[in-house]
């Protein structure tokens, strides 16, 4: 098995010995270029309650079976739950040759109900091993919250989840949280005649993974804490603080062709002269160990160069966590600081005017779509996610 | 100096971190030179590096010709029985130093020897070594690398050439009989007064105009005439003006209208390009400075200097040459009010701005 390529890197790698740190660091992950892309199974977790009768329904309707006829590989497979007041399975894996029965649209709406289905759904099946999970959750309504640890349970069976805000009538603060939680990311449909594009970018994505929300095996040293675990550029949480020991951490999905960042905060009670060694990573058999050197020598610490990478990366954490707060302050001088950084890191160009205009955006779907689509290539340069339509 | 995130008042932890270490907050490079001033810490200086050059006792490339042929460069031994008029060892090509007729079955020869069926027409050389050389260039025919290889064999000139394409241009006689030049696709461009040639048609040229294949300048010529040599001292760069009866402008600042460099320029920046202080002084000229008004009068050589409005007069000296002596008659400032008509053996020194230029006329 070809492994990824783990980095991690401190902000400055030399520090002040017999003195405690805080300190900015990074982790990327990028996969060989041989890795294959994996089959897809997509689990369409669908809204039928009554504001979803008549257009709603039959945009449903064309847009999963555009999926079935247009967009499958022979190797990949779909189900559908549908949910209104309570939930139901509405087709169990099928593949290429399967059909999908019409909706019937009614009554209320009930998040609980759906993410339970989809847990007992997922656990009732045989686990196929080696095959890339994608559930996509639509609303076009705010209903009964989930419970947060049920959503946040959902990659334990190998899948994330994505959410589409449909209309007016959804909220998306609500429905990005949702993804967040799940490893994945949120989708904007302001009219019904969006979700089948947002049902083609997903499937698009979930075509191109080659990882399938992989766990990042941590282990933290004695003194040191590593906090505010963040994935970059989409800024997606994924844990608060490690302490002293093992850990494991869900990631989302990683993608062909792509750079996995997470960004940290590192805290070391005293850093002792010579290597330190503060945490070591590591993901599908691929190892990476976070040193720092201690160092008496003054002239040598104020002198040691920014590791302009680290920098980006946490700049771009901050920024995208202050987009999806809604703090434009904290937000703009994040983009600001990154802006500066592109004079000795062309990469911060590209993710600077990225996230320039997704706070520019009118709406907070449209902010947190483009959040969700922005994506590192292997050198560390943004581009967004396209929607590309292959059949059309 | 406090932390712009969390007031922290900030000391050399922070620094060394580069990092608040209250509340991780990460500097940019303007809070670290700002800190680094209040807490009177040095400014980082990369270490200097000593440049590996000796200035007294430079290395020279060592003497070589090339074969037309292979375009091996011939050095030592190889070079001494090509100049005794021996082929050449690599390819076997006879040397054109031997005394013999070229070969007739040598094709890839350069043929300059114009057969009187093609119509030529002259053109000064204005940079290498052979400067102010009179040539004679085919008219009607590709023009390139190959030929002129053969009419500038001076080795001083291999880099000059190796510029110039296989096929550069081609020269044409207008529908008004004056002379045309044609950019033939040629890699580093066809240059007229600076403008590059571009397209199938044929621009017109004037007699006094600086063609420039790249590096190489040169210009058209009438077939007998008094011209003036104009040298810009500093870069050693000169180029020969034929003279005729109509008035020719001679800009001698930087740029052109078109806010390209100008050919005397470009050539002189070339030349300086290993010494950055005299390409300082250099560029103490200004981009649109002062101009020279040419023309045959009479015995002599009508000039007026003028310069633009804002722009100061330069300093005028007007001598007489007389084999290698020069007399120095006048010193004067020519401004567009006054015009002189000077005999031919005179010599016009110019300075302006840590920069001379010395124009010669000749019958």
Same mark, same amino acid.
């Given at each position: 098995? &070809? ?8 902000l400055k790698?030399?520090a002040a010995?017999?003195s405690p740190l805080k300190a900015k ?32 329904? &039959? ?70 091993? /080696? ?12 209903? /009964? ?102 850990? &494991?951490?869900?990631?989302? !999905? ?11 905060d590192v805290s070391v009670d005293t850093v ?6 503060? =945490? ?5 058999? =691929? ?14 610490l ?12 946490? !700049? ?28 000795? /890191?062309?990469? =911060? ?8 205009? =997704? ?34 | 100096m406090k932390c712009?995130n969390c007031d922290k008042i900030l000391d050399k932890g922070d620094l060394g971190a580069s990092t608040c270490q209250g509340c991780g907050d990460v500097f ?7 800190l ?174 600086? %063609? ?16 003036? %040599? ?6 050693? @760069? ?40 005299? %390409? ?60 002189? @008509? ?22």
């Amino acid at each position: 098995m &070809s492994r990824p390529t783990l980095t991690a890197s401190l902000l400055k790698d030399v520090a002040a010995s017999n003195s405690p740190l805080k300190a900015k660091g990074a982790l990327t992950i990028v996969a060989s270029p041989n890795e294959n892309t994996l089959p897809l199974d997509l689990l369409l977790v669908l809204d039928v309650s009554g504001s979803m009768s008549g257009q709603g329904e &039959s945009v449903l309707q064309d847009s999963t079976v555009h999926i079935l006829n247009n967009l499958m590989r022979p190797e990949d497979r779909i189900a559908i739950i549908t949910f209104n007041s309570g939930a139901q399975v509405h087709t169990a894996w099928t593949d290429v040759h399967g059909t999908v029965a019409p909706f019937q649209a009614s009554g209320g709406t009930n998040f609980g109900s759906a993410i339970n289905e989809v847990l007992a759904f997922l656990g009732s099946q045989d686990q196929q091993g /080696n095959r890339a999970g994608v559930a996509l959750f639509l609303s076009d309504g705010h209903g /009964n919250k989930a419970s947060d640890d049920n959503v946040r349970s959902i990659p334990d069976f190998g899948f994330t989840m994505h959410t589409i805000g449909v209309t007016n009538g959804a909220k998306p603060e609500h429905l990005e949280h949702m993804a967040e939680l799940a490893k994945g990311y949120y989708y904007d449909a302001p009219t019904f005649n969006d979700v089948k594009k947002a049902f083609q970018s997903i499937f698009n994505y979930g075509k191109t993974i080659v990882y399938a929300a992989p766990d990042l095996e941590v282990t933290v040293s004695d003194g040191v804490v590593l906090e505010n675990l963040t994935q970059t550029p989409q800024g997606l949480a994924l844990a608060n603080s490690l302490d002293a020991g093992a850990h &494991s951490v869900s990631l989302s !999905h990683m993608v062909k062709d792509t750079r996995m960042e997470i960004s940290f905060d590192v805290s070391v009670d005293t850093v002792n002269d010579g290597v330190n060694s503060l =945490a070591t990573f590591s993901l599908q058999g =691929a190892t990476a160990v976070l040193n720092v050197r201690g160092t008496n020598d003054e002239t040598e610490l104020y002198n040691a160069p920014l590791n302009t990478d680290v920098t980006m990366i946490a !700049h771009s954490a901050d920024a995208a966590t202050a987009i999806k707060r809604g703090d434009d302050v904290a937000a703009t001088r994040a983009i600001t600081r990154m802006e500066k950084l592109a004079k000795t /890191n062309p990469n =911060a160009g590209t993710r600077t005017t990225i996230l320039q205009d =997704a706070t520019k955006a009118t709406t907070i779907g449209e902010k947190m779509e483009t959040l969700g689509k922005m994506q590192s290539d292997t050198s560390g340069k943004t581009t967004l996610r396209g929607d590309e339509d292959d059949d059309d | 100096m406090k932390c712009q995130n969390c007031d922290k008042i900030l000391d050399k932890g922070d620094l060394g971190a580069s990092t608040c270490q209250g509340c991780g907050d990460v500097f940019d490079q303007t809070q670290i030179m700002e800190l680094r001033d209040e807490l009177n810490i040095e400014a980082y200086k990369p270490p200097e590096i000593t440049v590996p050059v000796n200035k007294d006792d430079p290395l020279l490339p060592p003497e070589s010709e090339q074969c037309g042929d292979c375009f091996a460069d011939l050095m030592d031994a190889d070079l001494e029985s090509w100049r005794n008029g021996n082929e050449c060892p690599y390819c076997g090509a006879s040397s054109p130093h031997s005394e013999g007729p070229p070969s007739s079955t040598d094709s890839e020869s350069p043929d300059t020897s114009n057969p009187s069926k093609q119509p030529v027409h002259p053109f000064i050389v204005n940079s290498g070594p052979s400067m102010g050389k009179e040539i004679q260039l085919p008219i009607g025919v590709e023009l390139g690398r190959k030929f002129l290889r053969g009419v500038l064999s001076d080795t001083g000139y291999h880099q000059l050439l190796s510029t110039i394409s296989g096929e550069h241009l081609r020269l044409h006689t207008m529908e008004d009989g004056s002379l045309g030049v044609e950019d033939l696709g040629s890699k580093n461009g066809t240059y007229l007064n600076g403008d590059r040639i571009v397209g199938p048609l044929p621009r017109s040229m004037q007699y006094g105009d600086a %063609l420039s294949l790249h590096d190489l300048c040169l210009t058209p010529s009438p077939l007998s005439s008094p011209k003036v %040599l104009i040298h810009h001292q500093q870069s050693g @760069v000169s180029w020969n003006l034929p003279l005729t009866e109509t008035k020719q402008t001679v800009h001698l600042g930087r740029w052109t209208e078109t806010e390209r460099r100008t050919p005397w320029y470009r050539m002189a920046q070339l030349h300086l390009a290993k010494d950055l202080n005299q %390409l300082d002084d250099l560029d103490a000229i200004s981009r649109r400075h002062f101009f020279m008004d040419l023309m045959l009068d009479g015995d002599g050589v009508g000039i007026q200097f003028w310069h633009e409005t804002d722009k100061e007069p330069c300093d005028v000296q007007i001598g007489t040459v007389t084999g290698d002596t020069e007399v120095h008659q006048t010193s004067t400032v020519l401004d567009a009010a006054v015009r002189r @008509v000077i005999p031919f053996g005179s010599k016009v020194t110019v300075k302006m701005r840590k920069n001379t230029f010395s124009i010669l006329t000749t019958e």
